[in-house]
């Protein structure tokens, strides 16, 4: 049983096995969920009513939501119970965005968290859903190096973590990644165009 603490805010395609895959390796995980029947399929996983319930606890809190605009939302603004997730986390706690957001939008997030003595990491992932729920993803970290150390066990469970450096370094590396995907794809498309034209079999080649 692990002594960190963690929550978990959303628990979608990835986030369902990510929770999980930190519930088996023993950590204790409170976890939110919009849609709350989802969260409450996850073995070994408490149910939390809102997102300020889910952090009041945590050493670690993960946020795995769609976009940076969604989690704008979750943090700063009222939930259902009136309260402000953001001013719900413990002080001296870690915040670590999953999800892939934009880079200005982390490092906003962070200032105003970092007023409340709340630290931040960015941590995207590469691999999927293959990758989330064999605990196989790339983690892309950024923050504060002490920082990221401490949260090594936490990422253990989920995958393989790297440091790539400052806070906001961690999306930049997803950027990269995309942009690496998006050429290839453009690459495969204009061999198999090339191909075609020349009177190849595409289905052979």
């Known amino acids: 049983m692990s002594t960190q603490r963690v929550a978990f805010i959303g628990t979608g395609i990835m986030g369902g096995h990510m929770a999980r895959n930190l519930a088996a390796r023993g950590f204790p995980v409170a976890a939110w969920n919009r849609t709350q029947a989802k969260a409450a399929a996850i073995p070994g996983v408490a149910?939390?009513?809102?997102p300020s319930a889910a952090v009041a606890d945590a050493d670690?809190?993960?946020?795995?939501?769609?976009?940076g605009d969604v989690v704008d939302a979750v943090l700063f603004e009222?939930?259902?119970?009136?309260?402000?997730p953001a001013d719900s986390l413990k002080r001296g706690s870690i915040l670590v965005v999953m999800s892939s957001i934009p880079v200005e939008t982390c490092r906003a997030q962070?200032?105003?968290l970092a007023a409340k003595g709340v630290r931040?990491?960015?941590a995207p992932v590469s691999g999927g859903e293959v990758g989330a729920r064999e605990a196989t993803l790339a983690i892309l970290a950024g923050g504060d190096e002490a920082t990221v150390a401490e949260l090594?066990?936490?990422?253990a469970a989920l995958g393989r973590a790297t440091r790539i450096g400052p806070l906001g370094s961690g999306q930049m590396a997803k950027l990269c990644n995309q942009i690496i995907v998006?050429?290839?794809?453009v690459a495969v498309a204009e061999a198999l165009h090339f191909a075609r034209t020349g009177g190849a079999d595409i289905g052979a080649l």
């Not at 149910?47 to 809102?50: C, E, G, N, R």
């Not at 670690?60 to 976009?67: N, R």
């Open 110 to 112: 962070a200032a105003r």
């Open 152 to 155: 090594a066990p936490v990422f």
């Open 78 to 84: 009222p939930d259902a119970t009136g309260r402000v």
């Open 182 to 185: 998006g050429g290839t794809m």
């Open 47 to 50: 149910v939390a009513a809102t």
């Open 120 to 122: 931040t990491v960015d």
């Open 60 to 67: 670690v809190t993960i946020v795995m939501l769609s976009t």
